[in-house]
């Protein structure tokens, strides 16, 4: 393979539907703007396994590079920012859904989506982080911001996942009571090795139930959506608060008024794909303090592009723990 030329697993529009399949591109097959990655590794989240499957119109033109997040060193830039040989990450901003993103070997993106690597943190270690992770934090942030303090009781909703996992360290760490709410019970020694106190039953919150319950938890990260959340919403303390931040149970919401106004429950909404610089910033730089690299193994495995399309049905399935760090 000649230095012009990089591995990339490429998804375009065929008479049939998506084809995903494993090419070799070059710099011109990428989007035009003023820095270019050498990428190292990415990473693989739900939104990926949604992408590589064609659903949910993640995907919203063609050709494309997949992959929502990568991290990597920067090998030519235009922007005053940035110098080759800078460590860089870049998560959300549509990269990997309206822009080619980090399931290739290089990448080329804007300046003002990056982030510099902070300070003890690989790249490697980054996507072992990754979106999941970022958002993560961002919903232990917006729990703080709202006042729900350590030594609380917190749910985490879709515990063994990306997200879920991640969260229920970060939480751990900062001295909270962390429950996990997993339908793999499987999982609830890998749980309570990363921090969960308890474990709690995927099914006693998946079927429809009081429109208030009994008042439990403080706070809580959900990533299900759905009745799972319904029933998280229901169940809170007076003044608590639910960071949310995923669907992968469901994207409606079946519940009523009653937690928000005779409880005084906050729904804080998060995202990561817009956040702005200066507070995705700050959440790297915490992580990589509340982090150590044990942490981050824990919840951490390593696969190569051509595993990508077989794992999106697993993921998609629930069937994968923690993260899933992508060489390239």
């Known amino acids: 393979m000649s230095t012009d030329s990089f591995r990339a697993l490429m998804a375009r529009k065929t008479e049939a539907g998506q084809a995903v399949a494993l090419e070799t591109i070059t710099e011109a097959d990428l989007p035009a703007a003023d820095v270019t990655v050498e990428v190292e590794y990415s ?31 920067v090998r030519a830039s235009d922007n ?11 998560t959300g901003w549509g990269v990997g859904e309206s822009w080619s993103g980090g399931f290739a070997q ?11 690597l902070p300070e003890g943190l690989t790249t490697r270690q980054a996507m072992a982080i990754g979106t999941a992770g970022l958002t993560a934090m961002l919903c232990v942030d917006a729990l703080e911001r709202y006042g729900i303090t ?17 969260a229920v360290r970060l939480l751990s760490r900062l001295g909270y009571k962390v429950s996990a709410l997993t339908g793999r019970r499987s999982e609830e020694d890998f749980l309570k090795s990363i921090g969960a106190a308890e ?44 960071a949310a931040c995923g669907l992968a149970g469901a994207t409606d919401l079946p519940t009523t008024v009653f937690p ?27 992580i990589a303090t509340l982090l150590d690299p ?24 629930g069937q994968v723990r923690g993260r899933t760090v992508v060489r390239l």
Request: charged share 20%.
């Open 199 to 242: 474990i709690v039953d995927r099914d006693t919150y998946a079927a429809a139930g009081r429109p208030l319950a009994g008042e439990r938890w403080h706070g809580a990260v959900d990533t299900v959506g759905g009745q799972v959340l319904a029933n998280v919403l229901a169940s809170m303390a007076y003044g608590g608060a639910v």
């Open 80 to 90: 005053a920012a940035f110098a080759p040989g800078d460590k860089v990450v870049l």
């Open 150 to 166: 350590a030594g609380g009781d917190v749910l985490v909703t879709g515990a063994a996942g990306g997200v879920g996992s991640v």
């Open 43 to 73: 990473s693989f989240n739900y939104k990926d396994g949604l992408a590589l499957k064609g659903l949910s119109r993640i995907l919203r033109t063609f050709p494309m590079v997949p992959g929502i997040d990568f991290a990597g060193t």
């Open 260 to 286: 928000f106004i005779l409880r005084n429950v906050a729904l804080l909404g998060v995202d990561s794909v817009n956040c702005p610089t200066a507070r995705r910033t700050s959440a790297w730089a915490r």
């Open 106 to 116: 290089r990448a080329r993106v804007k300046g003002e989506w990056l982030v510099k």
């Open 294 to 317: 044990a942490d981050i193994e824990a919840v951490t495995r390593e696969v190569g592009l051509d595993d990508l399309p077989k794992l999106a049905d697993a993921i998609l399935a």
